[in-house]
């Protein structure tokens, strides 16, 4: 009922239309979304607006993609890269930039990531002539590398993009592992589903490794 | 959780930082969403990025507010208050702009409007003096109006201003009515609410003013 309803919709002006078009192409935003977006916008001082505009074209005008690791960056290598004290024989190969900024925050990982920019998914017509796989082995080639750290999704397309990459770079012989799958801190096992907890228990981990050394 | 999480967020340059706060200032537009916002936005063509920011300024520079009805228009007085069919006699009293939109879908209005830009609610600090009351009881004054038809929600807030409007405009002796309160086309019975249910009874219409004439 709601597509024919706004297929229909009367903007009292052609500005109005303009903008709620271009606000309804942003992910999960439909027409009436992008509509109270819109009238949000109206209410703003003209300078808070002009500034939304401007960050708008900043980010496409002065972003890149990190050079070496395809994270989004202001500068050419980024500034993940570009420390010193970053370990770079040791990669993690992540989906998104979203996911660098997770494994950040846990401060535990003191390696460079490689930003695959996707994963492999033929239901959406993504194959791994969209990633960013062949520059992960040409930097493996380089012997740069001695660890991969795999931290894709514990999906069907995660493990399938996990299984492709470690074919790949399977004659390197270098150390390849994927973060661990099992049960959430703070979670019961009793609402754990059969395959995590199944896997939990066969992916089991010496206790004395837990310990704070 | 989440706030924490986000406040020591490390995003990889000021400009996406900058960027997600802007369009987490959208209503219901959290951090995360933002930032898939962003993502969004540096996938997208240069152009088309330079469109979106210009749909944004010309928003704010070209829309006014209608002179006589207070809708969103390009013009001093939008194309439903000029147009010389619509009986400047019948004025329909919305919340907003959205409410505009609805009831010109119906198509059944032939009447002008009249925005009010919100409805009483003390809770969120909006009094009647944060309202167009006082234009259109101006409007009412300058006798050019012989019938009102409160189109408001049917919430406490919205009874409220019912009421403070319709005390206002009770001197000027013209007919005030409101919008018919009932089953909604489609609706069985039996989920009905006993307030909705019993409005429907306590104000039913006679079955010849329904029929097609």
Sequence with gaps: MDLPYFYMMDFSSKIIERAVNEFSQLPGVGKKTA????LHVL??????????ADALLRLKNDICFC??????????????????????????VVQDIRDVMAIENTGL??????????????MEGIGPSNLTV????????????????????????????????????????IKVSTIARG????????????VTLGRSIQFRVPYSNQLVK
């Design 35 to 38: 509509l109270r977006f819109v």
């Design 43 to 52: 209410k703003k001082d003209t300078d808070e607006v002009e500034s939304f």
């Design 67 to 92: 050079k070496n690791c395809f994270n989004i960056s202001d500068k050419e290598i980024c500034d993940i890269c570009n420390n010193p004290s970053r370990d770079a024989k040791m990669v993690c």
């Design 109 to 122: 990982f003191k390696g460079q990531y490689h930003v695959l920019g996707g994963i492999i998914s033929p």
């Design 134 to 173: 062949e520059q992960l082995v040409a930097k493996i080639q380089q012997n740069e590398v001695q660890e991969i750290i795999m931290a894709l999704p514990a999906t069907m397309e995660g493990e399938t993009t996990n299984f492709y990459i470690y074919k790949k770079i399977a004659p390197f012989n």
């Design 183 to 194: 049960i959430a801190v703070g979670d019961e096992l009793e609402y754990a589903d059969e």
